[in-house]
């Protein structure tokens, strides 16, 4: 499986960006695809994650802000990221082969195996 990001670029805080991440190769292995971002000097942090029967979860610093979705005709997972405040700056990954758990009212989502290159946002005056 392949994973290819793309979307990524500079704005200002307030202005919105689309990411979009393409799946080649074995993809009926993919349940779950989802979004992840690392900041400078800072761990890699989940953002968004969608499964293929439409179950979503977000972080919450992006709820409300972000919306995640999927097309299995296309293959691809997008991220669309609106008011974005300078506090989302960083790279971008996405992720797919995951699994989405439910467990006492909380997603848990175990990242999978394949990855795609990270995708810079950068959100600055």
């Known amino acids: 499986v392949q994973l290819q990001a793309s979307g990524g670029g500079l704005v200002q805080p307030g202005e919105s960006l689309r990411l979009s991440c393409a799946a080649s190769?074995?993809?009926?292995?993919?349940?779950?695809m989802g979004w992840y971002r690392q900041a400078p000097g800072k761990q890699r942090d989940l953002v968004a994650v969608i499964t293929i029967r439409g179950t979503i979860n977000y972080a919450d610093s992006v709820k409300g802000r972000f919306t995640i979705s999927r097309d299995n005709a296309k293959n691809t997972v997008s991220l669309q990221m609106n008011t974005l405040k300078p506090e989302d700056t960083a790279v971008y990954y996405c992720?797919?082969?995951?699994?989405?758990?439910?467990?006492?009212?909380?997603?848990?989502?175990?990242?999978?195996?394949?990855w795609g290159q990270g995708t810079q946002v950068t959100v600055s005056s």
């Open positions: 992720n797919g082969g995951g699994l989405l758990r439910f467990y006492s009212g909380t997603y848990y989502y175990t990242e999978g195996d394949y």
């Open positions: 190769g074995s993809i009926f292995s993919i349940k779950a």
